[in-house]
């Protein structure tokens, strides 16, 4: 099936470094959202964004819509050993009347501490 | 509301058997996924339904695959003569109707097909 470019595909820093991860297509969403997911358990939703432009924080984390609405990007600033995990894009748009949503290949995120 | 919930979180079953599992949406969420997940790769959309409607079905479902949604509540995955390639997580998702897209996941059946 189809995945979203995730960039990069994994990587490691040191504890209080920020960490940037982008999510690009070659489709136009309406809607981007980012996911965090540990080992054996289901994604858990961290942002949502809606319009083209927007700039949204939860905490440290912060993400924003690309303006062509094809990509998106999330920043974390700050990592602690519990940001370790994989990160999710994923792309929302309808298609024959049904709102559907393309994820990406997964960014892994390791925090040395 | 405790969120989505899956049943069972864990299954193994020998090839040629059948299994379902079971998703308990978020209370008066309509909309409700299923995806299929392995490892090292991001979710991929199953099917779909709104309310009790099966709206869309992926070319990843094939005939040995059928999902319900008898009272547009709870919902079932039934795999029949299960297949070593089947061995995946299958994660249930749910969000509501309106304006607002956000969909929330639950944590997932893994499937291990011997």
């Known amino acids: 099936g189809q995945q979203l470019n995730q960039s990069p595909q994994s990587m490691f820093i040191q504890e209080g470094e920020d960490v940037s991860m982008n999510c690009t297509s070659s489709?136009?969403?309406?809607?981007w959202l980012w996911y965090k997911q540990d080992p054996g358990e289901g994604p858990v939703l961290l942002i949502a964004l809606y319009k083209a432009g927007e700039l949204t924080s939860n905490g440290r984390l912060t993400a924003q819509f690309g303006i062509t609405r094809k990509d998106s990007f999330l920043n974390i600033s700050a990592s602690i050993p519990s940001d370790v995990g994989i990160y999710f894009c994923?792309?929302?748009?309808?298609?024959?009347?049904?709102?559907?949503?393309?994820f990406g290949t997964g960014t892994r995120l390791k925090v040395l501490a | 509301d405790t969120g989505v919930s899956q049943d069972p979180r864990h299954k193994i079953t020998k090839r040629g058997q059948n299994v379902t599992f079971r998703c308990d949406p978020i209370s008066e969420h309509n909309r409700l996924y299923w995806y299929r997940q392995t490892l090292g790769q991001g979710p991929e959309f199953l099917t779909y339904f709104q309310n009790e409607a099966q709206l869309e079905k992926s070319r990843l479902l094939s005939d040995r695959f059928s999902a319900e949604r008898p009272k547009g509540s709870f919902s079932t995955l039934e795999i029949q003569r299960t297949e070593q390639g089947d061995s995946a997580m299958y994660l249930c998702?749910?969000?509501?109707?309106?304006?607002?897209?956000?969909?929330?996941f639950g944590p997932g059946t893994r499937l291990t097909v011997l």
């Open positions: 994923a792309g929302g748009t309808r298609t024959s009347g049904t709102y559907k949503y393309i």
């Open positions: 489709s136009i969403f309406n809607t």
């Open positions: 998702a749910s969000r509501t109707s309106g304006g607002h897209n956000e969909q929330f």
